[in-house]
């Protein structure tokens, strides 16, 4: 089992539409979580952090399940702009060479 | 603001050329990181550096050298470039190396011939 692992994707999902998907991780001692997204030939930008107790912003959600060793990003009402690849990011906690990228979740919005 | 800053944005090389990856951030920020993303492989750790003085290799570090020159600045060393080195390489950096998310410069294209 690979260390993090995302849905390559693509998800087509029409503009309005809600889609979510999940990153897994097989380090349970793993302690931060982030949710980046990075454009087309462009840098990750971070979207948001994964807080225990789950968190919002604006349209987007994060939530984490410690059980099922998994976190998660649900986007609402989806803009043409939400068009991107989603990477998570796991963090275990004990060296800054364990932080794992996944590999991402490509995201296509249609009108 | 800034951010992070990376140069050049774009190199061709022949092999066996050497260069260096400059990046330095005005963030203040105690850590450093050089990444590479290829196509289906996800971003991968080349070396970091979690504090000024320190460096410590990550995933990928063999054909690289790195020097944490002071707080703001984390370069990057090809010294005989190969092929497989083709990538896309990421700076970026964070406030600790544990805890807090990082933040990318925009990336150099480089290609080796």
């Known amino acids: 089992r690979k260390e993090v692992e995302q849905d390559p994707g693509p998800f087509?999902?029409?503009?309005?539409a809600t889609v979510a998907f999940n990153c897994t991780y097989s380090n349970s001692a793993s302690q931060s979580f982030f949710w980046y997204r990075q454009d087309c030939r462009k840098e990750p930008k971070l979207l948001m952090s994964v807080y225990s107790s789950g968190n919002e912003?604006?349209?987007?959600?994060?939530?984490?399940?410690?059980?099922?060793?998994?976190?998660?990003?649900?986007?609402?009402?989806?803009k043409?702009?939400?068009?991107?690849?989603?990477?998570?990011?796991?963090?275990?906690?004990?060296?800054a060479s364990k932080i794992i990228f996944g590999s991402g979740t490509r995201l296509s919005i249609r009108p | 603001n800034a951010g992070v800053t990376q140069t050049p944005k774009f190199q061709v090389l022949k092999t066996g050329?050497?260069?260096?990856?400059?990046?330095a951030q005005d963030m203040n920020h105690n850590s450093m990181y050089w990444y590479r993303q290829?196509?289906?492989?996800?971003?991968?750790?080349?070396?970091?550096?979690?504090?000024?003085g320190t460096t410590d290799k990550g995933e990928v570090p063999n054909g690289y050298n790195?020097?944490?020159?002071?707080?703001?600045?984390?370069?990057?060393?090809?010294?005989?470039?190969?092929p497989s080195q083709t990538s896309v390489y990421f700076c970026a950096s964070s406030h600790d190396s544990l805890n807090q998310p990082q933040h990318f410069g925009d990336g150099t294209r480089l290609s080796i011939l």
Do not use: H, W
């Open chain 1, 12 to 16: 087509n999902v029409p503009e309005g």
């Open chain 1, 57 to 78: 912003d604006g349209r987007f959600t994060a939530q984490l399940n410690r059980a099922s060793q998994y976190i998660s990003l649900l986007i609402r009402d989806s």
């Open chain 1, 80 to 95: 043409l702009s939400d068009s991107a690849t989603y990477l998570c990011v796991v963090n275990p906690y004990s060296s």
């Open chain 2, 17 to 23: 050329q050497s260069m260096t990856l400059q990046c």
């Open chain 2, 38 to 52: 290829d196509p289906g492989m996800g971003l991968r750790l080349i070396y970091y550096s979690a504090s000024e």
């Open chain 2, 66 to 82: 790195v020097s944490r020159l002071n707080k703001r600045e984390f370069s990057l060393r090809l010294e005989s470039a190969a």
